[in-house]
Each structure stands twice: as C-alpha cells, then as structure tokens.
C-alpha cells in the first residue's frame, strides 16, 4: 500500500509560478511511476507529466516547455514546478504512483487546488 500526499497548490496571478509536491510512504519500492494529472470544471482528466524510476518524463503538450517534474527517489517525492502559468492551467491537480507488473494498480493523492487569476 502506498498513500500519496500532495502541498503547495493555490492562488497565483498569470504569469506567475507554482511548485507543487507530493509525498510518497508506504510501499514505495513498488512505484515505478509517478506524475500528476489535472482536472478542470466540465473537462476530462488530463495527464499533465509523468516521470518513471529511471528518471524517464514525458509531458502533455498543453504544458511543454513551463512545466517540470523532477523526482526524489531518496526522499520519495515528487515534484512539479509550473511556470508561465494562465488561468487555464486552473485545476484540481493530482499526484499518483503506478506500480511496477503487468497489472499495475495506480495510488493517488487527495488532490490539490491551484487557481491562476487573470
């Protein structure tokens, strides 16, 4: 079992930056992938960055280039920077862990607010 923990979301003016991060305890041997999604009102769930054990990332196009992930595999955390920020980047955002195996169950977080003004 591992249990995901997400900080660091709300309120920034456009242009501005936001550094979300999340906490992985539990199991964490197990997590061979971890990144964030995000969620609008009235929009379909967004795979916004990913990054694998091995250091691997990949991005949604929408966030190429103002958005990075990094991760602490010593500290098991992950982290997502956000700059440039516009108010569509409004959203509840979403830290999970996928397990490693031909089956692999996905942990999530609780989910965290960030809210960009124009």
């Known amino acids: 079992q591992v249990q995901l923990v997400e900080s660091g979301g709300g309120l920034v003016q456009a242009g501005g930056s936001l550094r979300l991060s999340c906490a992985a305890s539990?199991?964490?041997?197990?997590?061979?992938?971890m990144g964030w999604y995000r969620q609008a009102p009235g929009k379909q769930r967004e795979m916004i960055a990913v990054?694998?054990?091995?250091?691997?990332?990949n991005y949604a196009d929408s966030v190429k280039g103002r958005f990075t992930i990094s991760r602490d595999n010593g500290r098991n955390t992950v982290a997502l920077q956000m700059n440039s920020l516009t108010p569509e980047d409004t959203a509840v955002y979403c830290c999970?862990?996928?397990?490693?195996?031909?089956?692999?169950?996905?942990?999530w977080g609780q989910g965290t607010q960030v809210t960009v003004s124009s």
């Open positions: 990054v694998t054990s091995g250091g691997n990332t």
């Open positions: 539990g199991s964490i041997s197990i997590i061979k992938d």
């Open positions: 999970y862990g996928r397990e490693y195996g031909f089956s692999p169950r996905v942990y």
